[in-house]
């Protein structure tokens, strides 16, 4: 498939592991230049220069919160007007609501709702007037099917969705969509630490409870983030204008449904 995506400009929020990395590779393949972000240095540097080599796209690091106003100032000045925009940041903690007060709840919402709605604004008024615009959001399986012990990123994630059904109508016309990409069980660190409070909750080990989680899914295994990657290129190609406000859910199949 012929993305017609060389030469177009992406931000990608969160990328230095996992699925915002895999979101990257995939752009990248397909000859989109980079803006990566993440909050450590390092690896985030690291990830850069293996696209880099891999694809020889531009890629530039951007180190910083993205949760904050002066990450989202660092990452848009990097690249004023993207054509690509792909929100993700860290997933909210695991626990019980009883013991989450104010504080807390207001920086889950803060990363995984209000963060992506303050980048879409930057972006999408330029992206629509440029009559070419992809934005992405990764969000959750939890959105469609709640997880019990993820509370606040069933809460918040939620939210975003729901603004996004409304945005995503008002911009269509200008060729500039907003999808969201709902993972189920993916390998990356965060499945891991979520795995490890489940395991140790059961008494198993972290593998034993991947294991399970894996059997679950009618697909009989955990995602590969490039799984993931591919389909947030797949959305982005110039081909997929007409996909406007959709939730797709990538889980093996968990999600137990005729449709929707
Ligand atoms: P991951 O492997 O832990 O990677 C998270 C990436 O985001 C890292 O590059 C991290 O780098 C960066 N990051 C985290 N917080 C950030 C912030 N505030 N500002 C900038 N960068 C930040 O996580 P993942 O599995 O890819 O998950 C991505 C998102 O999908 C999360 O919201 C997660 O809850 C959600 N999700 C994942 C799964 C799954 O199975 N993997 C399933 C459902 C939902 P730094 O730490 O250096 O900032």
Same mark, same amino acid.
């Given at each position: 498939?012929d993305?017609g995506?060389k030469g177009?400009?992406a931000i990608?929020c969160?990328?230095?592991?996992?699925?915002?990395r895999a979101?990257a590779e995939a =752009?990248?393949?397909?000859?989109?230049?980079?803006?990566? !972000?993440?909050?450590?240095p390092g690896p =985030?540097e690291?990830t850069?220069? +293996?696209?880099?080599a891999?694809t020889?796209?531009?890629?530039t690091?951007?180190?910083?919160d993205?949760t904050?106003?002066?990450?989202?100032?660092?990452?848009?000045?990097?690249c004023p007007?993207p054509?690509?925009?792909?929100? @993700?940041?860290?997933? #909210?903690?695991?626990?019980?609501f009883?013991?989450?007060?104010?504080?807390t709840?207001?920086?889950a919402?803060?990363?995984n709702?209000?963060?992506?709605?303050?980048?879409?604004r930057?972006?999408v008024?330029?992206?629509?007037?440029r009559?070419?615009?992809?934005?992405?959001n990764i969000t959750?399986?939890?959105v469609?099917?709640?997880?019990?012990? =993820?509370?606040m990123s @069933?809460?918040?994630r939620a939210?975003l !969705?729901?603004?996004v059904?409304?945005l995503?109508?008002?911009?269509?016309?200008?060729?500039?969509t907003?999808? @969201?990409?709902?993972?189920? #069980?993916?390998? !990356?660190d965060?499945?891991l630490?979520?795995?490890?409070?489940?395991a140790?909750? +059961?008494?198993?080990?972290?593998?034993e409870e991947?294991?399970?989680?894996a059997q679950?899914? #009618? +697909?009989?295994r955990?995602?590969d #983030?490039?799984?993931?990657g +591919?389909?947030?290129a797949f959305l982005?190609?110039?081909?997929?204008?007409f996909?406007v406000?959709q939730n797709?859910v990538l889980?093996?199949?968990?999600?137990n449904? !005729?449709m929707?």
């Open positions: 498939m993305t995506l177009r400009r990608v969160a990328a230095s592991k996992g699925l915002g979101c =752009l990248a393949r397909e000859g989109v230049d980079l803006v990566v !972000t993440a909050r450590t =985030l690291e850069a220069a +293996a696209i880099r891999a020889g796209v531009r890629v690091a951007v180190a910083g993205i904050t106003e002066e990450g989202r100032v660092a990452a848009l000045a990097a007007e054509d690509i925009l792909v929100n @993700n940041a860290g997933g #909210p903690p695991p626990g019980d009883r013991d989450w007060d104010r504080a709840w207001v920086k919402i803060d990363a709702m209000l963060t992506p709605i303050f980048l879409i930057a972006v008024d330029g992206m629509a007037a009559r070419f615009g992809r934005i992405v959750s399986a939890s469609k099917s709640p997880i019990p012990n =993820l509370g @069933n809460g918040a939210g !969705t729901g603004f059904a409304g995503a109508r008002q911009v269509a016309a200008h060729n500039v907003i999808n @969201n990409l709902l993972p189920g #069980p993916f390998r !990356t965060r499945l630490t979520t795995m490890r409070v489940a140790e909750k +059961a008494g198993r080990a972290v593998e991947i294991e399970l989680r679950r899914s #009618p +697909a009989g955990i995602g #983030p490039a799984e993931f +591919a389909a947030c982005c190609a110039a081909s997929s204008g996909i406000g797709l889980d093996g199949g968990a999600f449904s !005729t929707g």
